[in-house]
């Protein structure tokens, strides 16, 4: 059987987001697919499937009956010593929740993309990034991919960061369903050597692993103060991965030729009096328009969180520092807070700073409403107005006010 | 302290009292002819209705040795308890001893017989045509459960526990290339450790409720692709098998995952102070079943998990419990020779605790369950069934519930009702063995 | 370490059934306690038992070892031959040896076995008056056994039979007469008819019976003996053999604190008054089936208690069910057996068969068996005593009790095992 060999060497292709994920998980060689059918990931399995029936990949793959079997599948051949991917949306990463926990508290380097949906009640199948906003605090690395390249990279960067002997947590690499699952691009598709490469560093005999030879035990009951000795190495795991996930990206570069760019993409903020903050396709729409407002004389710039989970509290804090308002586009909603959730986690990242700004929340984009350009060009020209100290609600929502 | 070092209990001859053919002297015969003097008695009394034999047990404390004068009667290594014809003087004591009927003082020859199983090969056995008298490979289940224990003594569960003896006797059985599985419930005290101290030297995974079967099928398929054939073997309870964890379970069976899955049934949440689950047994009181004036115990009857099981088209399921080694170790065989498909052991494990029975009471409970049809042992091998232990004439239900508190508050009527319960489900799996004895 | 898993030093004085039952026990329960085992005699151990059929040639000495010198071996059991216990002392827990050295102990078993009674008579001639309860005993006979030699028997209970028997047997020309002061033989063991029946065995078999007389006096007569008899009459003889009876052989225990009635006083659990201290087999006097204290010099009972003893000196503690009567008699090829009583008490039915030689007899007391005896009738006597003991209801059954006895008493006795199991 031959394995993802890839002719010619290196190609673009257009490709959707699931396609574009479907092609770095046969490049990085898992030994075990476990897939559950849920839109809008659905195609990206489908796809893998395909590649298996081709005898492009070699891999088990695992039909299961739920989601939470799916993650359970993955983590069982991870803890054996193998390489593992699954992928979800919505309900079904709800579903898996108890073996999402068991998988970041095992600290088992698996991977699973989420194409980003809202979650219910009331039903929708459409896109929002509710679902890896209420897993965030689940002890996962989560990457958030803004293009179907950026899927690409961000899967073989999961799979570095996850294996990593010194980080060894469990990696998701999300992306909006819909607006990038089902929408094609031109993607650049790595050579499977360039791929092979860069993974060397990671994979089997780097951590320990089920075997009858050198036996362990896992998920072993805890007490006390090993349970916080857990959660500490925990805690310290994911700053590790945020350090790697900074410094990896020079790796990345000369492996494959281009950046995959590192926890937060800084867009036109050098000289930006506000600064917006997004994570997701939706600021692809936002850079559109800050180039917009820019021909007007509006000095605006962009942090793209890419690593929401462990989240980039310093660099966001350096990328604020000095500006005199910040705007926060989400597309999920935060009960209680009643902001969005990236809001939240910018709202504590302020406390750092030295001087107080006037920060505004815009919520739009839910359960695949649209986010037009007009609409982010308002958002960025509040935040302006904001800046200059004229008052307003803290948060906003796109479309219904 | 050392265990007493004695002669090894190995095979053994088994009649099944009382179930002889009218007019048959086939045993006591086959004896005469094949030992001068007949040492098996036949039974055959038809003036009372009663059809049966006896013959020596051979006693691993031997009433008959401990009289004799002449050190004619030896408990060899062996088992056997033997008798030296050149050594008998025929004083009669070992007779007077004896009140099991198992040494027969000779008039003739004015010297004791007794059997000495034909050296293994019983002619009493061969030419037994019902199969009442058979012979019973004890020894061989010394060898199956041959390995070392491999969990530590004294680990949290309750003495007496079922579950425990069957889960270190499975592990016996089974040897050391196997990783074990568990979810939370008693008998993870056994398959974990506590903080950073492990119970086994096995590779050990102890999972979720919801996901024992799906790890397992990740565990398997990786062990596989590493050209491995490790056994992957659960051992859970019925909270997590017949209950949350059911999916995951009916999933990996229907997948056909190459694995070991056994449920050790206390019929309820026990770990967590005796809730009832769904296969807790119509009638018992439990925490969340109680007994109170408008409402006594379970409303409802068991699932029947084994059988839903079965029904998955699995390669191997079959029910068993300690109390029956042989039969047990026999299905462990028989489930750990299925190396491409699903097996499913289902456990009867009782919970003196949580059924409210004496701390020694459990392998009793689990033996009556088995004679007063309430836990029928039975197999579906590659989806053909058998009863592997049957029960032609069960014991009256009462036997079975009386060693409970858990069913003291049933009436006559009540226990009458659980009885016709388990006939009807006994006689289901015959209709299963009758409909699917070959296919 | 706790006390109780300390290893222990078991003393077991007597080598003889119940001595090597509680080695067994001790051994099964805890088997990394020591055990001493003495014999006063310096033959490996041996039952009395076998003095008839020694005597008689259908065994020979090399086949008597009660057990295999291996087994002493094998497990914590020191075995001392030619080590006689002379005396105890409970409180520093210490008997003494013959040699004059002490040997310590945490659990002392008594189990000495009986010795022969010394029958009142006059003896002025000091003539040398035979034992027949040990092998020593055998050996004093058997060199003063010449051809056609005449032997007197004092006593026609169990071992002065078996002793004429054995005589018979042994052939040679040897003359053989049993005095004794009862009108029958074997008194305690029979009703009249059937020690009328044994009596007249013996007789067509040449032993001279004199029921009903005692032997009153013992003198030289030329150059052998002369008994004189309660009637008169003189008894001539080359040997005389008493066997009037056996009773515990305690006397080195004289001094010792011991409560001593017709043996060694014990309970169920065959402790004797002293802490630590425990009798089996012929010397103790324990409880019967029904209670009542005895001593009862057979084999089972000895085997019976001797394990009991063992278990409790093991630390477990364990009651004897009581010592039930029982015997099989073998004289000259014909077999009686007797369980239970023997006697029939005026509340009690009786109930009997006969065929040509075969009978058997049983006694109910209410629906209970509480006696059964047969002659020349395959018989289980284990299970028949199974059902005296446990008080089986066989009343119902008696027909068939008395037409298939090993059948009849087995199918009872087992489904009435099965109940209390
Ligand atoms: C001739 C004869 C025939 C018999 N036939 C039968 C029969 O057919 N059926 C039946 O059931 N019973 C029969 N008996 C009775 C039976 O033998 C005894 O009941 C039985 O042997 C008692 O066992 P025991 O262990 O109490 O004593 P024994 O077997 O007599 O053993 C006593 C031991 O104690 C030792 N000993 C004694 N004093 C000391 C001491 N001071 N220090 C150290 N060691 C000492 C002796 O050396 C011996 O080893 C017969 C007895 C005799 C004599």
Redesign the interface.
């Known amino acids: 059987m031959t394995t993802g060999a890839l002719r010619p060497a290196a190609d673009v292709r257009v490709m959707d987001g699931n396609k574009a994920a479907a092609w770095a998980v046969l490049l990085c060689r898992p030994d075990l697919l476990a897939s559950y059918p849920i839109s809008p990931q659905t195609p990206l399995l489908e796809q893998l499937y395909k590649f298996r029936a081709e005898g492009r990949l070699d891999a088990e793959t695992v039909e299961v009956e739920g989601e939470n079997s799916a993650l359970s599948a993955a983590v069982g051949a991870v803890t054996a010593g193998g390489r593992a991917f699954t992928a979800t949306s919505s309900m079904g990463l709800m579903f898996m929740y108890d073996a999402y926990l068991y998988a970041s508290g095992q600290r088992v380097p698996v991977v699973m993309s989420v194409a980003t949906r809202e979650q219910c009640a009331p039903h929708t199948v459409s896109s929002g990034q509710q679902d890896i906003m209420m897993v965030k605090e689940g002890g996962w690395v989560q990457l958030v991919a803004e293009s179907c390249q950026e899927i690409l990279d961000s899967i073989l960067v999961a799979y570095r960061l996850a294996e990593d002997p010194n980080v060894q947590l469990p990696v998701n690499v999300c992306y909006d369903g819909y607006y990038l699952s089902h929408l094609s691009e031109p993607v650049g598709v790595p050579t499977q050597e360039a791929v092979d490469r860069f993974l060397a560093a990671v994979g089997v005999g780097k951590r320990p692993v089920l075997s009858t030879e050198a036996p362990l035990s896992f998920g072993a009951f805890v007490l006390g103060e090993l349970y916080a000795e857990y959660r500490y190495k925990h805690c310290q795991a994911m700053q590790r991965a945020l350090d790697l996930a900074e410094s990896l990206d020079g790796e990345f570069q000369a492996a494959f030729g281009r950046a995959w760019g590192g926890s937060i993409e800084a867009y036109r903020t050098e000289d930006a009096e506000v600064l917006l903050v997004g994570t997701g396709s939706a600021c692809g729409t936002l850079k559109v328009a800050i180039d917009h407002l820019r021909q007007e004389g509006v000095r605006a710039g962009l942090a793209r969180i890419r690593m929401f989970r462990p989240f980039p509290r310093r660099r966001l804090a350096e990328l604020m520092r000095g500006r005199r308002a910040v705007g926060v586009l989400d597309r999920s909603v935060c009960f209680g807070w009643n902001s969005g959730h990236l809001y939240v986690d910018v709202r504590a990242t302020a406390a750092d700073l030295e001087a107080r700004m006037p920060l505004v929340n815009f919520i739009g984009g839910l359960a695949g409403a649209d986010i037009r350009r007009e609409m982010l060009e308002d958002a960025v020209r509040t935040t302006v107005a904001r800046g200059r100290g004229e008052p307003g609600p803290e948060v906003v929502w796109l479309g219904l006010e | 302290m050392a265990t007493a070092a004695l002669p090894v209990l190995r095979d053994t001859l088994a009649i099944d009292f009382g179930a002889c053919p009218p007019g048959c002297r086939a045993c006591a015969e086959a004896c005469a002819r094949a030992r001068t003097v007949g040492r098996i008695t036949a039974l055959d009394l038809p003036e009372v209705a009663f059809h049966g034999a006896v013959t020596c047990g051979q006693c691993g404390e031997p009433a008959c040795r401990d009289a004799c004068p002449t050190g004619a009667i030896v408990k060899e290594d062996a088992g056997v308890v033997r008798l030296s014809e050149t050594r008998c003087v025929g004083c009669g004591a070992c007779a007077i001893a004896c009140v099991w009927g198992g040494i027969t003082y000779d008039l003739g020859r004015g010297r004791a017989a007794k059997c000495d199983t034909c050296d293994g090969r019983p002619a009493c056995v061969e030419a037994c045509p019902t199969g009442t008298l058979s012979w019973v490979e004890t020894s061989s289940l010394a060898r199956r459960f041959r390995h070392p224990d491999p969990f530590t003594p004294g680990v949290g569960l309750c003495p007496g526990c079922a579950a425990e003896l069957a889960f270190r006797l499975t592990f016996r059985l089974i040897g050391e290339d196997v990783v074990v599985f568990g979810a939370p419930g008693c008998a993870v005290m056994l398959v974990t450790g506590l903080n950073a101290s492990a119970t086994t030297r096995l590779p050990a995974v102890t999972g979720l409720m919801t996901n024992v079967p799906s790890l397992m099928t990740g565990v398997v398929r990786q062990l596989r692709r590493q050209g491995r054939r490790t056994r992957c073997v659960a051992f859970v309870g019925d909270g997590t098998t017949a209950d949350v964890g059911f999916q995951a379970l009916s999933g990996a069976a229907e997948r056909g995952e190459p694995v070991l899955y056994i449920c050790y049934d206390n019929e309820g949440y026990m770990n967590t102070g005796v809730q009832r689950s769904s296969t807790t047994q119509q009638g018992a009181r439990t925490m969340t079943t109680p007994v109170g004036s408008e409402r006594s115990g379970k409303a409802q009857a068991a699932k029947d998990v084994p059988l839903l099981m079965a029904f998955h088209g699995v390669a191997y399921v079959a029910t068993a419990n300690v109390a029956f080694l042989e039969d047990f170790a026999a299905k462990l065989e028989r489930a750990l020779a299925v190396e491409d498909g699903f097996a499913y052991l289902h456990l009867y494990s009782p919970c003196h605790v949580g059924w409210g029975a004496p701390m020694d009471s459990a392998l009793e409970i689990a033996r009556r369950a088995v004679e007063t049809r309430v836990y029928p042992l039975w197999e579906a091998d590659h989806g053909r069934f058998r009863i592997t232990h049957p029960v032609a004439r069960p014991r009256p239900i009462d036997d079975f519930v009386e060693l409970m508190g858990r069913f003291r508050h049933l009436g006559p009527a009540e226990r009458a009702a659980l009885g016709r319960a388990a006939d009807e489900r006994y006689r289901r799996i015959e209709a299963l063995c009758a409909a699917f004895a070959d296919v | 370490m706790s006390a109780v898993?300390r290893a222990r030093h078991h003393v077991i004085v007597g080598a003889g059934?119940a001595g090597?039952?509680a080695v067994?026990?001790i051994?099964?329960?805890c088997?990394?306690d020591a055990v001493t085992l003495l014999s006063a005699e310096p033959d490996p151990p041996?039952?009395?038992?076998?003095l008839p059929?020694l005597l008689a040639g259908?065994?020979d000495e090399t086949?008597?070892?009660?057990?295999?010198e291996a087994f002493f071996a094998?497990?914590r059991c020191r075995l001392r031959l030619g080590a006689a216990v002379t005396a105890l002392d409970a409180e520093r827990r210490q008997v003494r040896l013959g040699d004059g050295a002490a040997l310590g102990y945490d659990t002392l078993l008594l189990a000495s076995g009986s010795e022969s009674l010394r029958p009142a008579l006059e003896n002025p001639d000091g003539v040398e008056l035979l034992a027949f309860t040990r092998l020593g005993d055998l050996r004093a006979l058997r060199a003063r056994l010449h051809d056609g030699a005449r032997v007197a028997v004092l006593g026609a209970g169990l071992i002065g039979m078996e002793l004429a028997e054995a005589l018979v047997h042994r052939g040679r020309g040897i003359h053989v007469a049993v005095i004794e002061q009862e009108r029958q033989v074997l008194p305690r063991s029979f009703d009249a008819e059937l020690a009328g029946e044994i009596a007249a065995l013996f007789e067509s078999r040449g032993v001279a019976l004199r029921l009903g007389r005692r032997a009153t006096a013992l003198e030289r007569a030329g150059r052998g003996v002369a008994l004189t008899l309660s009637d008169g009459r003189r008894e001539p003889a080359d040997v005389v053999v008493a066997c009037v009876g056996v009773g515990p052989r305690a006397g080195f225990l004289a001094g010792s604190g011991l409560a001593v009635g017709r043996g060694v006083l014990v309970d169920r659990r065959m402790v004797t008054n002293l802490p630590d201290v425990y009798a089996a087999g012929d010397v103790a006097e324990g409880p019967s089936a029904d209670g009542t204290p005895g001593v009862h010099p057979?084999?089972?009972t000895?085997?019976?208690q001797?394990?009991v003893a063992g278990l409790n000196m093991a630390g477990r503690p364990v009651e004897h069910e009581g010592w039930l009567p029982?015997?099989?008699f073998?004289f000259f090829?014909r077999?009686a057996?007797t369980?239970g009583a023997t006697e029939i008490r005026p509340e009690w039915a009786s109930l009997a068969r006969t065929r040509g030689r075969a009978r058997g007899r049983l006694l109910f007391a209410g629906a209970r068996l509480v006696g059964a005896s047969f002659v020349?009738?395959?018989?289980?006597?284990?299970?028949l005593?199974?059902l005296i003991r446990q008080g089986v209801p066989a009343r119902e059954?008696a027909?068939?009790l008395l037409a298939?006895p090993?059948?009849?008493?087995?199918?009872l006795?087992?489904l009435s095992?099965?109940e209390v199991a």
């Not at chain 3, 020349?376 to 299970?383: H, K, L, R």
Request: glycine share 10%.
């Open positions: 898993a059934t090597l039952s067994e026990a051994r099964r329960a088997p990394d041996y039952s009395p038992t076998v059929h259908r065994i086949r008597i070892a009660l057990r295999p094998r497990g057979v084999l089972p000895a085997a019976g001797g394990r029982a015997n099989a073998n090829g077999v057996v369980v020349e009738v395959p018989v289980d006597p284990g299970a005593g199974w059954h027909e068939l298939r090993v059948e009849g008493a087995r199918w006795a087992a095992q099965r």
